[in-house]
Every structure is written in structure tokens, then in C-alpha cells.
């Protein structure tokens, strides 16, 4: 488990990990299924900061920005980069499977890259600074990013991957349905006992655009990449944040 959940934080931030001698296939299995764990930790390290310029009197828009910059350092954008490349597949690719790997895999961020990426922090950054200004919204703050690494994983057992040979082939076939679905369980009492109806709301609408994600990649490209998972993790993390943010709101 300890390995599976360096090698979890490995995949989902920039945080520097030394990974135990022996770490091999089939601990990326159980990665996956920490995934929770992770975001979970991510999202009490954005509370626990919002807290604190909170405390030192920060204008509520100017933390928020200073949240969604700090996350985004220690995640590296890496979602981000997945969620712009599949704005550009899906404008450039009409419909088409193999155009859309191609244009996934080019290195260049189009117009419709761009755009989506500044909406997405641009909604990010309106639903912290409501969150803040509400003085009741760290529960939320703490599990969006939770709940948002929660469905990434559940495209694993869903869909087959893709890319043969890509970062997420050997996770695909070591996970353990069990133990996501055990993590997974874990995290939506996390977020019914701590989160109240704005965190029932919020699960709803992560497993919502789950489904909605699910379909939508098996219908255009028979599966999913790690652009398309980046992608579902960042639309789940907006949706959740602008929900949660919508019930705690005046």
C-alpha cells in the first residue's frame, strides 16, 4: 500500500517521490486506487491555506487566486495539459478516432486548449473566492479535489485504455476493483459526513459527469488516455467546486 501510494502521489503531483526498491506493475494497480487519498490530502492542504490568509486577512478574490496557483504548482498543470489537448481533439478531430490520438499527442495548444484552460481557472478561481467569502467552505475546498481524483479512477474498470504501452496501461490491468471501490466508498462518507448537503450535492455532480465523461469517450474513441482522464479530472473538480460553492452561497 505504502508503494502504491508514493507511486499514486508521483502520478498526480509534482511532489518529489523516491520510490521503494520492488515497486513494480502491479503496485500501480493499487495507485489507482489511492487516488482518493491523494486528492483528499490536496484538498486539506488547500483548506488548511485558505485558513490561513484567511486568518491574515487576505482579500478573499486575491486568496482564491493564490489557492488555484498554488495547486496548480504542486499538480504541475498536468490535468490541465490533458483537459486542453482534449478541447483541441474534439474541435479539430470531427469525429474522427484516429485524428483525435493524433492531435491529443501533438505537443501544441490550440485555440480551443487555451480557452478551455481559462475558463477552467477562471471557475476555479470565482468558486474559492465565494467559498472563502462564505467563511464555511473548507470542507468543500478539501474535497472537490477528492472527489474530482475519485471518478479519474473509476475510468479505469470502465473503459479500456487506449494508448498500448501509455503511463496508464499497467494500472489498468493490476487494479483491484475491490479496493477502489473501497477507497471510493471511503471518500463519499468523507464527503456526506463532512460536507453535509453541499457535499452530497457535490458527489452527485462528480458521478454525473462521470457518466456523462464515460459515454462520451466510449462513443468517440472506443476508451480513454491520459489526456481524456486529465480532462474528466478537472471538468469533475470545476463541477464540483461551482456546486458545492452554489449551495453554501447566499
Known amino acids: 500500500m505504502l508503494r502504491g501510494l508514493l507511486l499514486a502521489t508521483a502520478f498526480l503531483t509534482r ?9 513494480g506493475d502491479a503496485d500501480q494497480g493499487m495507485a489507482i486506487a489511492l487516488y482518493p487519498a491523494v486528492g483528499l490530502a490536496l484538498g486539506a492542504c488547500v483548506a488548511a491555506l485558505g485558513a490561513a490568509l484567511a486568518g491574515l486577512g487576505t482579500p478573499s478574490l486575491v486568496a482564491a487566486v493564490v489557492l488555484v496557483a498554488a495547486f496548480t504548482a504542486v499538480t504541475g498543470g498536468l490535468h490541465l495539459d490533458g483537459l ?3 478541447a483541441d481533439a ?36 470565482a468558486s474559492a473566492a465565494a467559498l472563502l467569502d462564505t467563511g464555511a467552505g473548507w470542507a ?8 474530482a481524483r475519485t471518478a479519474c479512477a473509476w475510468l479505469f474498470p470502465l ?10 496501461e499497467a494500472g489498468a490491468e493490476h487494479l483491484r476493483t475491490g479496493s477502489l471501490a473501497a477507497t471510493s ?14 457535499g452530497a450535492v457535490m458527489a452527485g455532480v462528480a458521478a454525473g459527469v462521470l457518466v456523462l465523461g464515460v459515454a462520451w469517450m466510449r462513443r468517440t474513441l472506443g476508451g480513454f488516455t491520459g489526456d481524456t482522464a486529465g480532462a474528466l479530472l478537472e471538468c469533475t473538480e470545476v463541477a464540483a467546486l461551482v456546486a458545492g460553492a452554489t449551495v453554501l452561497g447566499p
Open 15 to 23: 511532489i518529489p517521490v523516491r520510490l521503494p526498491a520492488g515497486t
Open 185 to 198: 466508498g471511503l471518500a463519499l462518507l468523507l464527503a456526506l459526513v463532512a460536507g453535509g448537503t453541499a
Open 159 to 168: 473503459l479500456a485504455y487506449v494508448r498500448p504501452g501509455g503511463l496508464g
Open 140 to 147: 468543500v475546498l478539501a474535497l472537490a479535489p477528492m472527489l
Open 84 to 86: 486542453a489537448d482534449t
Open 90 to 125: 474534439w474541435l479539430g478531430g470531427h469525429g474522427d478516432r484516429e485524428r483525435m490520438l493524433a492531435i491529443m499527442k501533438d505537443p501544441a495548444c490550440g485555440p480551443a486548449g487555451v480557452m478551455v484552460i481559462v475558463l477552467a481557472l477562471a471557475a476555479k478561481i
